[in-house]
């Protein structure tokens, strides 16, 4: 695992914009796993900005998001859909036949968790996963557990969650308990990993993610043995790892 504390929130986006346009370049049509939450916002927008100057074409790229609210429409403003079309997908080449994001609005779990889990078998696998870091540990909706959950399953979001995301929503009571989400095994079947991270109020869970035991108490831990990840945190996230990296 390579640890990098970028010089600021925006050079942390560059520098994950930069990996994620080098696995393009390398691969035109390569398979990217996105991520939603605020994190990844700069980042896009640096996609964004090098896409309309011609720096890099998502033409052939096919993409599979982490996650999506159980019992949200695609068009629902806090739908992951809605927040991939608005801040990336509405604002490149890609061919949005090829985006991929869980059936949300589908109520049969069993049915959207493994059609997910077959039509990312069927494009080959992820190539390069991008992954923000909940407070409590989280990566997609992969909440503390006693163990790892391995596939694409659906999850009760824990009362943190919930309280964490409620600042995007009217009122917590619109807060979606439930959540389709890849698992745990999914996101380390992925050749490469690319996790960002930004804000002193996740300093204390970057350092027990990837410095410390690792255990599904704190889901992200797993990440440490992932043969290709790159974690990029920006200075506050990165305060009590100076040491480490
Ligand atoms: C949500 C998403 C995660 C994301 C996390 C952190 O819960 N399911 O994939 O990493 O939020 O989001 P933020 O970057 O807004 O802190």
């Known amino acids: ?46 996609l964004v900005a090098d896409c309309k100057a011609g720096k890099i074409s998502f033409a052939d790229v096919t993409t599979f998001n982490l996650d999506e609210y159980r019992g949200l429409a695609p068009e629902h403003d806090q739908s992951y859909r809605y927040f991939m079309k608005k801040h990336l997908f509405d604002h490149i080449d890609i061919d949005q036949e090829r985006t991929h994001v869980p059936e949300g609005f589908n109520p049969d779990a069993d049915a959207v968790c493994a059609a997910y889990e077959q039509a990312i078998e069927a494009a080959g696998g992820i190539d390069l996963q991008l992954l923000g870091l909940g407070p409590n540990g989280h990566i997609g909706f992969n909440e503390p557990e006693e163990t790892f959950p391995k596939a694409t399953h659906c999850v009760d979001l824990t009362e943190s969650t919930i309280q964490a995301n409620s600042r995007l929503f009217d009122s917590i009571d619109d807060v979606p308990r439930q959540a389709y989400t890849m698992g745990i095994g999914t996101i380390m079947a992925a050749r490469s990993v690319l996790v960002v991270v930004e804000g002193a109020h996740k300093a204390e869970i970057v350092k027990k993610a990837f410095f410390g035991p690792v255990t599904p108490e704190v889901p992200a831990s797993i990440l440490q043995f992932h043969p290709d990840a790159v974690v990029i945190v920006d200075p506050a996230a990165g305060e009590l790892c100076r040491d480490m990296a």
């Open 1 to 46: 695992m390579e640890f990098i504390i970028a010089e600021s929130a925006e050079d942390m986006s560059r520098r994950a914009a930069d990996r994620i346009a080098s696995f393009v370049e390398a691969d035109p049509s390569c398979v990217l796993g996105l991520a939603t939450g605020t994190t990844p916002i700069g980042l896009y927008a640096d």
